[in-house]
């Protein structure tokens, strides 16, 4: 069983900004109106308001009243370019836009956590950093709030993002190992194209690119323990334009997921030398490229067990997680600070990213006294 224990009043306001929220996504860096909202209702409640160099986003600070620590706790904030189609009262007022990832909840949340901490603001031991961090759908917005040096001085982070596949209010957390790292690589093959009915006139990049498909699955059943989960898929192919032409180029697109940096790295060096060794082998030329994406979600052990327990003190069911090769650039943060992301389920029959996608609002009965305790634990420690 789920407890509210907040006062009367605000799972009203909490309902009516999810669904605000929820009517008016707004694609990574473009999160204007999305960021105006979070100021006034901060403004609306005396929060401060810090300043923020970038476009979109809010830094916020509640307490600083009595000393000791200061922790921050993130929410992401921007929608995915799809077309709703769940069917709600609700829905997106745009078409190709859609909170399908449940960042509106998690926005909410933490504005429905802060007004909540606000009121007992004089006796919290120390304060709260508060980050409504734009652009987590494009891996760039972690990097953009770190960068802005507003984690400084911060002892711990703790994030939230919604389950579908755990029934509503159930809390799910894992140590360790929990989003891995998100890597892009592209490989082109140059050749001399020529005539299909003479290929010994030219070279046929055609072939090489087919060998590289094959060769590239070799790398994690071959190269990398298979203790350690990591993932290498191809995605996208682009070559010639009719059917009696080997054309002069061809462009393979993919990505990588993995945990270990060592491995990250070990399958990057492999694809090279897998690529530059077939195009040799063909004859060919070769060019590879690889864009970093974030790295893995490693939660800390401390913090993630103080969530449990946590969780479990206030009565709210919890269940450990398995890791998932899907990445969060909540990674980011944990580069410079401990932190730990967890899990509350919201009983949805369709997952994150479908049109279809519903978060169950009651989630926000366990989600936000989760953050409060969280808080008014962390700080009285
Ligand atoms: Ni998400």
Same mark, same amino acid.
């Given at each position: 069983?789920?407890?509210?224990? !907040?006062?009367?009043?605000?799972?009203?306001?909490?309902?009516?900004?999810?669904?605000?929220?929820?009517?008016?996504?707004?694609? &990574?860096?473009?999160?204007?109106?999305?960021? #105006?909202?979070?100021?006034?209702?901060?403004?609306?409640?005396?929060?401060?308001?810090?300043?923020?160099?970038?476009?979109?986003?809010?830094? &916020?600070?509640?307490?600083? #009243?009595?000393?000791?620590?200061?922790?921050?706790?993130?929410?992401?904030?921007?929608?995915?370019?799809?077309?709703?189609?769940?069917? !709600?009262?609700?829905?997106?007022?745009?078409?190709?836009?859609?909170?399908?990832?449940?960042?509106?909840?998690?926005?909410?949340?933490?504005?429905?956590?802060?007004?909540?901490?606000?009121?007992?603001?004089?006796? !919290?031991?120390?304060?709260?950093?508060?980050?409504?961090?734009?652009?987590?759908?494009?891996?760039?917005? &972690?990097?953009?709030?770190?960068?802005?040096?507003?984690?400084?001085?911060?002892?711990?982070?703790? $994030?939230?993002?919604?389950?579908?596949?755990?029934?509503? $209010?159930?809390?799910?957390?894992?140590?360790?190992?929990?989003?891995? &790292?998100?890597?892009?690589?592209?490989?082109?093959?140059?050749? #001399?194209?020529?005539?299909?009915?003479?290929?010994?006139?030219?070279?046929?990049?055609?072939?090489?690119? $087919?060998?590289?498909?094959?060769?590239?699955?070799?790398?994690?059943?071959?190269?990398?323990?298979?203790?350690?989960?990591?993932?290498?898929?191809?995605?996208?192919?682009?070559?010639?334009?009719?059917?009696?032409?080997? +054309?002069?180029?061809?462009?393979?697109?993919?990505?990588?997921?993995?945990?270990?940096?060592?491995?990250?790295?070990?399958?990057?060096?492999?694809?090279?030398?897998?690529?530059?060794?077939?195009?040799?082998?063909?004859?060919?030329?070769?060019?590879?490229?690889?864009?970093?994406?974030?790295?893995?979600?490693?939660?800390?052990?401390? !913090?993630?067990?103080?969530?449990?327990?946590?969780?479990?003190? #206030?009565?709210?069911?919890?269940?450990?997680?398995?890791?998932?090769?899907?990445?969060?650039?909540?990674?980011?943060?944990?580069?410079?600070? +401990?932190?730990?992301?967890?899990?509350?389920?919201?009983?949805?029959?369709?997952?994150?990213?479908?049109?279809?996608?519903?978060?169950? +609002?009651?989630?926000?009965?366990?989600?936000?006294?989760?953050?409060?305790?969280?808080?008014?634990?962390?700080?009285?420690?």
């Amino acid at each position: 069983m789920t407890q509210y224990e !907040l006062e009367s009043g605000i799972e009203k306001l909490t309902l009516a900004l999810f669904q605000w929220f929820h009517r008016h996504p707004e694609l &990574a860096l473009s999160e204007f109106e999305t960021t #105006k909202k979070i100021k006034a209702v901060l403004q609306e409640h005396n929060i401060d308001i810090l300043s923020n160099p970038m476009d979109t986003g809010v830094f &916020a600070k509640i307490g600083g #009243k009595k000393p000791g620590s200061l922790i921050a706790l993130r929410a992401d904030i921007d929608a995915l370019p799809i077309n709703e189609e769940s069917g !709600l009262p609700y829905s997106s007022e745009h078409s190709n836009r859609m909170h399908a990832c449940g960042h509106d909840f998690h926005l909410t949340n933490l504005l429905a956590t802060a007004i909540e901490l606000k009121k007992i603001e004089d006796q !919290l031991n120390g304060s709260i950093l508060l980050i409504f961090q734009p652009a987590e759908e494009v891996d760039h917005g &972690a990097d953009r709030v770190v960068n802005t040096g507003i984690l400084n001085g911060v002892e711990a982070i703790f $994030g939230l993002h919604v389950n579908p596949e755990l029934p509503t $209010g159930v809390v799910g957390v894992k140590t360790g190992n929990f989003n891995a &790292a998100v890597d892009r690589f592209f490989v082109t093959f140059h050749g #001399k194209g020529t005539h299909a009915a003479h290929p010994e006139s030219g070279d046929d990049v055609i072939v090489a690119t $087919g060998e590289f498909i094959v060769a590239a699955q070799t790398i994690v059943s071959r190269n990398v323990n298979p203790f350690d989960p990591s993932v290498v898929s191809i995605t996208h192919l682009e070559s010639g334009k009719t059917w009696n032409v080997l +054309p002069n180029t061809s462009l393979l697109e993919g990505t990588v997921r993995s945990f270990d940096k060592k491995t990250r790295e070990k399958i990057k060096t492999r694809l090279q030398k897998v690529a530059s060794g077939i195009a040799a082998t063909n004859e060919v030329t070769s060019e590879f490229q690889w864009v970093d994406g974030a790295p893995a979600v490693v939660n800390d052990q401390r !913090l993630t067990k103080f969530v449990e327990t946590v969780a479990l003190k #206030k009565h709210f069911d919890v269940v450990h997680l398995e890791a998932s090769m899907g990445g969060e650039d909540f990674s980011c943060y944990q580069q410079i600070i +401990p932190g730990t992301f967890f899990n509350v389920g919201v009983g949805s029959a369709y997952p994150v990213h479908s049109s279809k996608f519903k978060a169950d +609002p009651k989630a926000f009965e366990t989600s936000i006294p989760l953050f409060v305790a969280l808080v008014k634990s962390y700080l009285e420690g």
